[in-house]
């Protein structure tokens, strides 16, 4: 599993209260119990986490892990996190 | 109308999470105030202030009582409320015998979500960040009432009261009212406030209200407040429901009285203290003479304290100089609007166990009050009718008056 599914996982699984080991890239919204205001929550700290802003409209279409982790590695794409300079 | 019976206690407070906890502190005199740690929303902040210490609940770990969901979608004072309103309802078994729609929860709350409103507030001034989806949620006054109601399953009227530093008294007093009139047959009650973040305190020591040192009603020397935090709740249910389920009764609630000084928004009036006393004995179908005990407000502010010694002259004439009076506020500090459900609490105990709790941290008491003020122990005492006083910034005032359960007619 690559390092973007498994801090979305570390991040659904700390908002949930459940084992990461719970979470599955298929595993729905519906099934981990996650509510519209659970998945507002999980989106910031998945925001904050990747530095990438989530669309209202593709919000709406993320329905499983794997699409939520899909989505962040389109972003990340899009918009790359800016290289660290060290002196 | 209904006798009115508290038959469930809680707590989370800077004196004891539990009530067992919270009744040794009391009688023991063991205080809750001390040096505060650094601020989450300010690290490092402390310079500029006049005062190092609050009342603090120490070692409150959300996340050992509540599912995480519930932890990030709420604040600290949300936290303290549902806790405490579990204790409550769990040490009377009060849903097991009243339908949910059938009991109410009004409670006290002036500040709201203080801590994430600052946290959130702070990254937004301070550095572009974006603040959290959940802060509504967290920042709104109501939500400890609201989710006390999830929480527990309660589907009859809930209400926030925000009256200051009074908020507390003056829920638990409509909850006594609705319990009586039979609006509903049982309420959850009380107060819950979680007010010391930086700006908040900064706020109060602008008003040079606070002490630099250490609360002490009553105290010839006394120099101002010590903030606080925390949660009491109570169960609220009718006496013929108590009985008939053999529900433990700790006290009876016999009276409430309101009354707004029309004066000032921070100076307190004695006129508005003494009607909100005489109108609670009025509700109890009492009459001064009776009054055996007076938990009172009592800041330790040079105001309020003497204000609140004229309007006990004012109400009780010769006799006031006689009746045992304290104010447990050195211990757990003013929780604003939680504090009058701390010191309802601490009055039920009293009267529950016969012994008035002394009026911690005096080094000599003021002689121009010419009160009883309890010193340096509990004094063993059955009252038959207690008060406990709550008069807020604004000038509103509200009154509990409380006997120890007798069955009497």
Redesign the interface.
């Known amino acids: 599993m690559d390092d973007i599914a498994q801090r979305c996982i570390e991040i659904i699984a700390k908002s949930k209260g459940i084992a990461p080991d719970s979470i599955t890239l298929d595993s729905t919204f519906d099934a981990l119990n996650i509510d519209s205001l659970d998945k507002i929550n999980i989106s910031f700290e998945v925001e904050e986490a990747f530095s990438i802003e989530i669309p209202d409209e593709a919000l709406g279409t993320i329905k499983t892990v794997g699409d939520m982790v899909n989505g962040v590695a389109q972003l990340r794409e899009k918009h790359p996190p800016a290289a660290v300079t060290t002196p | 109308m209904n006798r009115v019976v508290v038959t469930g206690l809680g707590c989370v407070t800077p004196i004891g999470s539990t009530v067992e906890d919270f009744r040794t502190a009391l009688f023991s005199g063991a205080t809750g105030i001390a040096p505060f740690p650094d601020f989450p929303e300010a690290p490092g902040e402390t310079q500029g202030l006049r005062f190092t210490q609050s009342a603090r609940v120490k070692d409150f770990d959300p ?1 050992q009582h509540l ?3 519930i932890v ?2 709420t604040d600290r004072t949300t936290q303290f409320a549902i806790v405490a309103a579990r204790q409550a309802a769990q040490q009377s078994n009060l849903l097991q015998h009243h339908a949910s729609d059938n009991v109410a929860i009004i409670v006290g709350c002036a500040c709201g979500g203080r801590q994430a409103e600052e946290t959130e507030t702070a990254k937004l001034y301070t550095r572009d960040a ?1 603040v ?3 802060t509504v ?1 967290r920042t709104m006054a109501s939500a400890g009432a609201s989710h006390i109601s999830i929480d527990l399953g309660i589907t009859g009227p809930v209400l926030n009261i925000s009256t200051a530093c009074s908020s507390g008294t003056h829920a638990i007093g409509l909850a006594f009212h609705m319990v009586r009139s039979g609006m509903v047959s049982a309420a959850i009650t009380g107060g819950h406030e979680a007010p010391l973040t930086f700006g908040f305190l900064r706020a109060w020591d602008s008003m040079r209200v606070v002490s630099p040192t250490q609360c002490r009603p009553f105290s010839a020397d006394r120099d101002g407040m010590t903030l606080g935090e925390g949660s009491a709740m109570l169960t609220l249910e009718t006496l013929e429901s108590a009985q008939a389920r053999n529900a433990p009764i700790y006290a009876e609630i016999v009276g409430f009285g309101m009354s707004a000084d029309a004066h000032h928004i921070t100076q307190p009036a004695p006129e508005g203290a003494a009607a909100a006393m005489r109108k609670a004995l009025k509700d109890a179908n009492s009459s001064p003479d009776q009054v055996g005990y007076i938990s009172a407000h009592g800041t330790g502010t040079q105001a309020n304290d003497a204000t609140e010694a004229a309007a006990i002259h004012q109400l009780f004439g010769p006799r006031a100089a006689q009746i045992p009076v304290s104010s447990t506020k050195a211990l757990h500090g003013h929780s604003i609007g939680a504090t009058g459900a701390l010191e309802a609490l601490a009055t039920i105990l009293a009267l529950h166990h016969g012994q008035l709790p002394a009026n911690a941290g005096v080094t000599e008491i003021d002689p121009t009050l010419n009160l009883d003020v309890i010193l340096n122990a509990p004094r063993e005492a059955s009252p038959q009718l207690a008060l406990s006083n709550s008069l807020a910034f604004g000038g509103l005032n509200a009154v509990l008056a409380i006997r120890p359960f007798a069955n009497h007619g």
């Open positions: 996340r599912e995480s969901g990030v979608s974006r959290h989806p959940l949620t």
